[in-house]
């Protein structure tokens, strides 16, 4: 099972970038998936879950009504889409799939877990 995080780079304070999550075939597509990041100093959090059909999401509420997951099962791939963006995002980015199929914000729920992207954002 391998995942890579990848889209990760430095944006302004109010920009945007776009994480993707390559999975690999052997991961099963029945599995809900999510974004996790670490910022230097702090344990890593939950950012925002997905079920295995797209329909169940669930986002932490500091990321509510910015951030957009989203996956095409297709293309094996799960994406972060970041809007405005701030200085308390800057973290290092993590994609996980679940042992369920359902959304979860618990971290316990995540057995596999990708390499993480760095996310800088300048003021």
């Known amino acids: 099972v391998q995942l890579q995080a990848y889209g990760g780079g430095l944006v302004q304070t109010g920009g945007s970038l776009r994480l993707s999550c390559a999975v690999s075939r052997r991961t099963s597509s029945n599995n809900g998936m999510g974004w996790f990041r670490q910022a230097p100093g702090k344990e890593r959090e939950f950012v925002a879950g997905?079920?295995?059909?797209?329909?169940?999401?669930v986002y932490a509420d500091s990321v509510k009504g910015r951030f957009t997951i989203s996956r095409d099962n297709a293309k094996n791939t799960l994406y972060l889409q970041m809007d405005n963006l701030g200085p308390e995002d800057a973290a290092v980015y993590y994609c996980?799939?679940?042992?369920?199929?359902?959304?979860?914000?618990?971290?316990?729920?995540?057995?596999?877990w990708g390499q993480g992207t760095q996310v800088t954002v300048s003021s």
């Open positions: 997905i079920s295995w059909r797209g329909d169940g999401i």
């Open positions: 996980a799939s679940a042992r369920q199929a359902w959304a979860s914000k618990d971290i316990s729920n995540y057995n596999y």
